[in-house]
């Protein structure tokens, strides 16, 4: 009985929304435009209260298929006519659906869909309001657009979006009108200009480096040491000219903190107390001292003027007297008084305040990173020698045996002990030259001064010989940015200066020689100075000396060939520093006169030598500027990797006898251990 009164009252609702909804339009004609409207739809079929209230509000509606469903709208008093279609948007956006309006009417889609088709756009100012969808694009000035969507990301409906344009720092949201207004009014708040996020701190009496980085090790590892998260956004840089402070940070309270800590800290000195200690990281304590030294004398110090001629002379030897373990350097101005401590390259100052701080901002400047210069050299030599031969000797000795007066002689052609002499040929067969060599002997024979030699009738040589050498040599080296490096590959070679005999009161002589040593080989020197540009200038002296065969330990003759220039190269650049193209001819004849001229005959009567020799010689040079350990770093590595191919592919053949005596390969790059010959027991790993 309940279930069946149940059924029937709602039918009876039904019909009554029926009635209404029939009588809305007769009502909507015979009522004034701006009459109140009560509203009563209960379960009512979604298009079908979409269709009541276009009548009501003259709108045209579009609905998507896929709108379906009942709403529940009542109001206990009528609402004005301009209310019945903010009321169906949000009726509409409970159920996850949306209205789109465009070009006189107005769409119901799925809510999903919504941000995909067109909507109403505006720019930083919006008029629309209610739960339509419209798209706003907000240019941010001051905060970023990709940080802040993040925090905006969950205000928004799940089905709608927002985005940010990193270019242009601008946002992009659709949503519905109210929200967005309410987005508004968020970025508004947000997007304002810090008041404290940059603060000038001027200094009176301490200096700003020393504050800079005793504060900012204070606060950046105390934060970050106390988990913080934006400990990384506190930023202190010191302004040597003006003595003060330049401070940036996201969090006031920091900045705040911050001037308390300075103001505790600019203080006036005690009287004695002005003594600081300043530590240097890459500048030479006893050079830098020197130059503190000038500034308060008003002087040129006397390093400079020491590395002025050194540069002027790169291969002048570096002083042997070290320096000592404290230098003080006492300057007039105010009785300031620098110590420099060369074991712990650190400087000592004793001054004034206004002179420390005038001093410490000079300090800050020159104790910078100096940069490295890696240089490349390239020594290529190519040298074509050719050389041709060929004569015929003749003599005739027999005679020389009979008494009286006979006939002997024969041609002597060729310097003596040139090894084509027929005459020391006849008397030592040793020392004859390399080649063709013919010969006729009839037994041996005994000439005055010369003794017992061979009857050598008739020589005959011929010789022609072809030798072609490459020799590529590149030389490496590494050095900081206006110091001297120094490369020698060679050997040192004893050369007798003198020699005589002492012989005192003895009869025996005691011979006593005198002898210099010097390098032989390949020589580079080179003192490279980079400046702000990228250009590199360099003082160079090159040297590539090499030993002549000799057969005699005092007769030593070097083949030198050196360049001593100074050049300006950009980095990366290769540059030509000299050269040498020779070719050089050489014909010679000796012959018996008359005889040598007659031709096809004369050949037996003459010896012709011919010699020619072609060297090309160049040096290149490549400099690399090196200024942090990432592109050091990468200049190993190259050369590094390059060894241990090298080594990789040096292996020994085996052998059915021989034991293998393979090399331990070099271990990689990355924190190599020192390499342990595999003859060596290692040590054994920590455990």
């Keep these: 009985m309940n279930k069946t009164r149940s059924g029937l009252s709602r039918r009876l609702t039904l019909g009554a929304l029926l009635i209404a909804l029939a009588?809305?339009?007769?009502?909507?004609?015979?009522?004034?435009?701006?009459?109140?409207?009560?509203?009563n739809f209960v379960n009512a079929d979604i298009p079908s209260v979409i269709k009541a209230v276009g009548e009501l509000t003259g709108k045209n509606f579009v609905i998507d298929p896929r709108v379906k469903g009942t709403v529940i709208i009542t109001s206990a008093r009528p609402v004005p006519r301009?209310?019945?279609?903010?009321?169906?948007?949000?009726?509409?956006?409970?159920?996850?659906?949306?209205?789109?309006?465009?070009?006189?009417?107005?769409?119901?889609?799925?809510?999903?869909?919504?941000?995909?088709?067109?909507?109403?756009?505006?720019?930083?100012?919006?008029?629309?309001?209610?739960?339509?969808?419209?798209?706003?694009?907000?240019?941010?000035?001051?905060?970023?657009?990709?940080?802040?969507?993040?925090?905006?990301?969950?205000?928004?409906?799940?089905n709608n979006a927002v985005a940010a344009l990193a270019g242009s720092n601008t946002l992009v949201i659709t949503d519905y009108a109210d929200n967005v207004r309410r987005l508004n009014a968020i970025i508004a708040a947000v997007d304002q200009p810090g008041a404290n996020d940059a603060a000038l701190i001027r200094l009176n009496h301490v200096s700003a480096v020393d504050v800079a980085q005793s504060l900012g090790r204070l606060m950046n590892d105390g934060a970050a040491a106390a988990g913080q998260p934006g400990s990384a956004r506190l930023t202190i840089v010191p302004d040597v000219r003006s003595n003060s402070l330049l401070v940036r940070s996201?969090?006031?309270?920091?900045?705040?903190?911050?001037?308390?800590?300075?103001?505790?800290?600019?203080?006036?000195?005690?009287?004695?107390?002005?003594?600081?200690?300043?530590?240097?990281?890459?500048?030479?304590?006893?050079?830098?001292?020197?130059?503190?030294?000038?500034?308060?004398?008003?002087?040129?110090?006397?390093?400079?003027?020491?590395?002025?001629?050194?540069?002027?002379?790169?291969?002048?030897?570096?002083?042997?007297?070290?320096?000592?373990?404290?230098?003080?350097?006492?300057?007039?101005?105010?009785?300031?008084?620098?110590?420099?401590?060369?074991?712990?390259n650190s400087l000592v100052i004793s001054a004034p305040d206004v002179t420390y701080n005038a001093l410490r901002a000079v300090i800050d400047k020159l104790d910078a990173r100096r940069a490295q210069v890696f240089v490349e050299a390239l020594v290529v030599e190519i040298t074509a020698e050719k050389a041709a031969e060929f004569g015929i000797q003749w003599q005739d000795l027999s005679n020389i045996r009979k008494s009286g007066t006979n006939f002997i002689g024969g041609t002597n052609l060729g310097g003596r002990n040139t090894g084509s002499n027929i005459i020391d040929a006849a008397a030592n067969l040793g020392t004859v030259g390399q080649g063709l060599n013919i010969g006729v002997v009839s037994g041996t024979i005994n000439i005055p001064g010369l003794g017992e030699v061979l009857n050598l009738g008739v020589l005959a040589r011929a010789l022609e010989s072809d030798a072609n050498a490459n020799i590529l040599s590149t030389p490496n080296l590494m050095t900081m940015d206006n110091e001297e490096a120094k490369i020698v590959v060679g050997q040192n070679v004893p050369f007798i200066t003198g020699q005589y005999a002492q012989t005192g009161s003895t009869t025996t002589p005691s011979p006593f020689q005198t002898i210099e040593r010097r390098d032989v080989g390949l020589t580079l020197k080179v003192r490279p100075q980079v400046s702000e540009g990228g250009s590199i200038k360099m003082q160079i002296?090159?040297?590539?000396?090499?030993?002549?065969?000799?057969?005699?330990?005092?007769?030593?003759?070097?083949?030198?060939?050196?360049?001593?220039?100074?050049?300006?190269?950009?980095?990366?650049?290769?540059?030509?520093?000299?050269?040498l193209i020779q070719d050089s001819m050489q014909d010679g004849v000796d012959k018996v006169p008359v005889l040598g001229d007659i031709p096809l005959f004369g050949h037996l009567f003459k010896s012709e030598k011919r010699k020619r020799m072609k060297t090309n010689l160049m040096v290149f040079l490549r400099p690399h500027v090196l200024r942090d350990t990432v592109s050091a770093d990468a200049m190993t590595g190259e050369r590094y990797d390059f060894i241990r191919q090298k080594q990789a592919e040096f292996?020994?053949?085996?052998?059915?006898?021989?034991?293998?005596?393979?090399?331990?390969?070099?271990?990689?790059?990355?924190?190599?251990?020192?390499?342990?010959?595999?003859?060596?027991?290692?040590?054994?790993?920590?455990?």
């Design 541 to 579: 002296y090159q040297e590539i000396s090499s030993l002549r065969p000799t057969t005699t330990a005092t007769d030593v003759i070097t083949d030198m060939r050196s360049i001593d220039s100074t050049v300006l190269v950009d980095d990366g650049r290769i540059i030509v520093l000299g050269g």
């Design 651 to 687: 292996r020994m053949q085996p052998h059915f006898i021989l034991p293998d005596m393979q090399m331990s390969p070099l271990p990689e790059l990355a924190n190599p251990p020192l390499p342990v010959p595999a003859d060596q027991p290692q040590s054994p790993a920590p455990r």
């Design 250 to 344: 996201d969090n006031p309270a920091r900045i705040q903190t911050l001037r308390g800590l300075v103001a505790g800290l600019d203080v006036a000195g005690a009287a004695g107390g002005h003594i600081h200690v300043v530590y240097l990281r890459n500048a030479e304590a006893t050079k830098l001292a020197e130059t503190l030294r000038g500034i308060l004398a008003g002087e040129a110090p006397a390093a400079l003027e020491r590395a002025g001629a050194a540069a002027t002379t790169p291969s002048a030897a570096p002083s042997a007297s070290p320096a000592p373990a404290i230098a003080p350097v006492s300057g007039a101005a105010g009785g300031s008084m620098i110590l420099a401590d060369a074991a712990t």
């Design 82 to 158: 301009s209310q019945v279609y903010p009321i169906l948007l949000s009726a509409l956006r409970m159920q996850g659906f949306a209205a789109i309006e465009s070009h006189g009417m107005v769409k119901i889609v799925p809510e999903g869909d919504a941000k995909q088709d067109f909507s109403v756009t505006r720019g930083k100012q919006i008029n629309e309001s209610g739960d339509r969808i419209v798209t706003q694009v907000y240019p941010l000035q001051y905060e970023s657009a990709a940080q802040l969507m993040a925090a905006l990301r969950p205000l928004i409906s799940p």
């Design 23 to 39: 009588w809305s339009p007769v009502q909507a004609q015979a009522q004034a435009p701006r009459d109140p409207v009560a509203l």
